[in-house]
């Protein structure tokens, strides 16, 4: 079903003559959580090259998703061990998001983990379906999915 059912609950002046139907309606379906993931490669671990390249990485997913800020829930960073000059999160405060949670971590120190990269997962409202989300990968983390093709994006 595309929407959700309504009823109409009539107000006297509103009620339907005796043995008709009350009108039903078809809404848009309510926004639901959507998590929308991303990666980058940043060019060295230095302060203003990893917020350079996460605030790049999370503009792509603003635009491509059509994200409001207003509609944001949370945004849960991690990066590569090879990156301790800076937190990512620091993109999104510098994007003006002052008011979402924000939450760093450290990846795994796998072996054949790709480094000095930054990932994102964005928590959103939406009503976007999870199959017209559009994941970004950017420059080297590309590797990480590559599923999606050179370009490193999938959706529309």
Same mark, same amino acid.
């Given at each position: 079903?595309? #929407?959700?059912?309504?009823? #109409?609950?009539?107000?006297?002046?509103?009620?339907?003559?005796?043995?008709?139907?009350?009108?039903?309606?078809?809404?848009?379906?309510?926004?639901?959580?959507?998590?929308?993931? #991303?990666?980058?490669?940043?060019?060295?671990?230095?302060?203003?090259?990893?917020?350079?390249?996460?605030?790049?990485?999370?503009?792509?997913?603003?635009?491509?998703?059509?994200?409001?800020?207003?509609?944001?829930?949370?945004?849960?960073?991690?990066?590569?061990?090879?990156?301790?000059?800076?937190?990512?999160?620091?993109?999104? =405060?510098?994007?003006?998001?002052?008011?979402?949670?924000?939450?760093?971590?450290?990846?795994?120190?796998?072996?054949?983990?790709?480094?000095?990269?930054?990932?994102?997962?964005?928590?959103?409202?939406?009503? =976007?379906?999870?199959?017209?989300?559009?994941?970004?990968?950017?420059?080297?983390?590309?590797?990480? =999915?590559?599923?999606? &093709?050179?370009? &490193?994006?999938? #959706?529309?």
């Amino acid at each position: 079903m595309n #929407g959700h059912l309504v009823t #109409g609950h009539p107000r006297a002046t509103d009620a339907p003559p005796a043995g008709e139907p009350l009108a039903v309606r078809r809404l848009p379906p309510p926004p639901r959580v959507l998590a929308l993931r #991303g990666a980058t490669q940043v060019d060295s671990d230095a302060p203003r090259s990893i917020v350079s390249a996460t605030i790049e990485l999370l503009q792509e997913l603003f635009t491509r998703n059509a994200l409001d800020p207003a509609d944001l829930i949370s945004i849960w960073f991690t990066a590569s061990p090879d990156l301790t000059a800076d937190y990512p999160a620091r993109a999104a =405060r510098e994007m003006g998001l002052v008011d979402v949670p924000l939450m760093c971590a450290a990846e795994l120190a796998v072996p054949h983990g790709i480094p000095r990269t930054v990932r994102v997962l964005v928590h959103t409202h939406s009503t =976007r379906s999870r199959s017209a989300a559009s994941h970004v990968y950017l420059h080297g983390a590309a590797a990480l =999915r590559p599923d999606l &093709g050179p370009a &490193g994006r999938i #959706g529309p």
